[in-house]
């Protein structure tokens, strides 16, 4: 536990971990600023959870506990402090709200949005349920509080396919990220259509006839703006380079590149496995920040990092912005209750599966 370490004692842990990466001026500098979070953090009863994105610094030295969607959610229904700082992205911010709403939630930006999110509303979850009458709706976690009102059941990258499967229903509608809903038909061997969206107002509605008679799963083509971007080239030209090199992916990433990737998996997943491998190198395709963090804890294990792929919204969270949160008791997270009541039932049936 980092929260009781003195200045010069968190200056130790993040040069121990980050030495190698990190000039001493910017270690000296983020260590102060851990600090006086986890004093802060003490005063105010509040809890830290920090998404496996965090930067190495943040992610070492302040969370309470740090973990990919489920794990966070899980840790949020769970705590009994009365603030939850949530250094992640709005969505989980939200789900942490979902879940304790008699707790004050805050985000340390209002900017850290998500592609996926952003890419489908309450409408369009209403509109689909419209033409799909009686078809159960699974909604990634990376959506807003109203679109996962609307649904049956959530589901997270580490348990999609379990979700899909506890539903033992013919047909489902998925959404909204077009990647992990094909990784998880190729799973759940089901096939998958996604019908074009309604006309626009004043044209001929012909959207039923793209509807083919036989669909076991009903997508949305929304996709997350970091892990679109892996090609299958690019695990080529990595083994090309490091030819024992590990690649492991993340399911939002393309099923042709989860099935060139020797292991595909949420970002816990990808944590244990290589925890738990020992292969000379690994190369991760998600958000780079993750490889520093297990190259931090795992002085032992050889990450190749590709940083040019990066999630501007998980690195909108920062610790100065983290101290403020505290501070200045901001960003608050609110979600209307008839909207979080409905979104809780829909979170709360993932949470039951296990
Ligand atoms: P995990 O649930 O695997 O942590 O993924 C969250 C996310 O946003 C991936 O981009
Ligand atoms: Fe959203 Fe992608 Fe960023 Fe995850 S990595 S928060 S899915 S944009």
Redesign the pocket.
Request: proline share 0%; hydrophobic share 20%; charged share 15%.
């Given at each position: 536990m980092t929260v009781n370490l003195s200045g010069d004692e968190m200056y130790q842990k993040l040069k121990t971990m980050l030495g190698d990466s990190v000039p001493d001026v910017e270690l000296r500098y983020k260590s102060t600023l851990a600090v006086e979070i986890n004093q802060l953090k003490k005063e105010k009863n509040a809890v830290i959870l920090g998404?496996?994105y965090m930067e190495p610094a943040l992610y070492h030295s302040v969370p309470d506990f740090t973990g990919?969607?489920?794990e966070l959610s899980r840790m949020a229904a769970r705590t009994d402090k009365d603030i939850i700082v949530f250094c992640g992205?709005r969505f989980m911010a939200e789900t942490a709200k979902i879940l304790s709403p008699t707790k004050t939630v805050l985000i340390p930006s209002p900017r850290a949005g998500?592609s996926l999110a952003s890419s489908i509303t309450a409408a369009d979850v209403r509109a689909l349920k419209q033409r799909f009458p009686g078809v159960p709706v699974v909604t990634y976690v990376?959506t807003y509080a109203d679109v996962k009102a609307e649904t049956d059941i959530c589901c997270?990258?580490?348990n999609a396919v379990k979700v899909v499967e506890s539903l033992g229903s013919t047909s489902v509608i998925f959404i909204p990220d077009e990647y992990l809903a094909r990784n998880v038909a190729r799973e759940t061997g089901k096939h998958i259509i996604f019908p074009t969206p309604k006309a626009p107002r004043g044209a001929p509605d012909t959207d039923l006839d793209v509807v083919p008679l036989h669909a076991d799963m009903i997508g949305w083509r929304g996709r997350?703006e970091?892990?679109e971007k892996y090609t299958v080239q690019d695990i080529l030209d990595a083994r090309e380079q490091y030819p024992d090199v590990v690649v492991l992916a993340?399911p939002?990433c393309s099923p042709e590149v989860t099935a060139a990737a020797d292991f595909a998996g949420?970002?816990?997943a990808m944590i244990r496995y290589v925890e738990q491998t020992s292969a000379p190198r690994y190369l991760l395709l998600?958000?780079c920040s993750m490889g520093d963090n297990i190259a931090a804890a795992n002085p032992d294990k050889e990450m190749v990092r590709m940083c040019s792929v990066r999630?501007p919204h998980m690195n909108e969270i920062t610790l100065q912005d983290t101290l403020k949160s505290l501070q200045l008791t901001r960003y608050v997270v609110e979600v209307p209750e008839e909207i979080r009541v409905k979104a809780y039932r829909s979170v709360e049936r993932m949470l039951a599966i296990g």
């Open positions: 998404h496996n990919d969607s489920l992205v998500c990376n997270t990258s580490g997350c970091v892990h993340h939002e949420s970002t816990a998600t958000e999630c």
